[in-house]
């Protein structure tokens, strides 16, 4: 076994960089939604956002969890970095009155769905990584690498996406809305349609990626001569300096 390095590589720093833009594309193509077959209809983001995931996979699976939790961090902080700079572009005023409605569809993004997006963000990518990881440990010694890296992808995003969707939905769409307005923002059937469908899609998304993210592994752990099994290691969410 290959103890994990303490420094960062060229290769954990651009798939980091990339997981991080993925994350914010994600967040601005969501306000375009696109009917993908019959009565079925996903936001733009599906386009990007399963991408993060399957990045997330390959960190915990060549770096191990310690190194995927910095990553999630860092995504997290971009995203509320860039949300942040879209709140003060949109309050500052336009040349001229009016002159920036389409800007400010797009960039004023709505404090419940930032909120629920970012909780929603939290927790699955780290359920993604913690499941990607516990899996590894038990798959350690068995061969069949294919198969078995196959098998924890598949669930370790189905486990992320689950709670992704099932945390971002009812509370953008359901729970917040109730509170501040006293009424939903989409029907209950609606709503549970839309979080059935997405998890779906973005795992069907993972399983017909495989092969491409199988050479990714492989060639990553070769070029950088580490395959990282996470013993006695915490999995505390915020021991952030642990690499």
Request: net charge positive; aromatic share 14%.
């Amino acid at each position: 076994m290959t103890h994990a390095k303490k420094q960062v590589s060229v290769s954990f720093m651009l798939m980091g960089i990339l997981f991080c833009i993925c994350l914010v594309a994600a967040n601005l193509l969501e306000t375009k939604v696109f009917k993908l077959w019959g009565p079925v209809s996903l936001t733009c983001g599906f386009i990007v956002f399963p991408v993060s995931y399957i990045l997330n996979d390959v960190i915990a699976e060549v770096w191990g969890y310690r190194k995927a939790r910095l990553i999630i961090w860092v995504g997290f902080a971009m995203n509320f970095f860039v949300m942040a700079l879209a709140g003060v572009a949109c309050a500052l005023p336009p040349i001229e009155p009016g002159s920036d409605e389409a800007f400010k569809k797009i960039f004023a993004f709505a404090p419940q769905i930032v909120v629920a997006s970012l909780i929603a963000f939290i927790i699955g990518s780290f359920l993604n990584a913690l499941v990607m990881s516990k899996m590894k440990m038990a798959d350690r010694n068995k061969g069949h690498f294919n198969f078995h890296f196959s098998m924890r992808a598949i669930l370790s995003t189905l486990a992320g996406e689950s709670a992704d969707s099932f945390i971002f939905f009812p509370l953008a769409f359901y729970i917040f809305p109730t509170i501040f307005t006293g009424e939903p923002a989409l029907p209950f059937n609606v709503m549970i349609g839309l979080m059935v469908t997405q998890v779906i899609a973005k795992t069907l998304y993972e399983v017909l990626v495989l092969p491409i993210t199988i050479r990714i592994v492989k060639y990553v752990k070769r070029i950088e001569g580490t395959d990282v099994y996470d013993d006695n290691i915490s999995y505390s969410a915020f021991k952030i300096r642990d690499l």
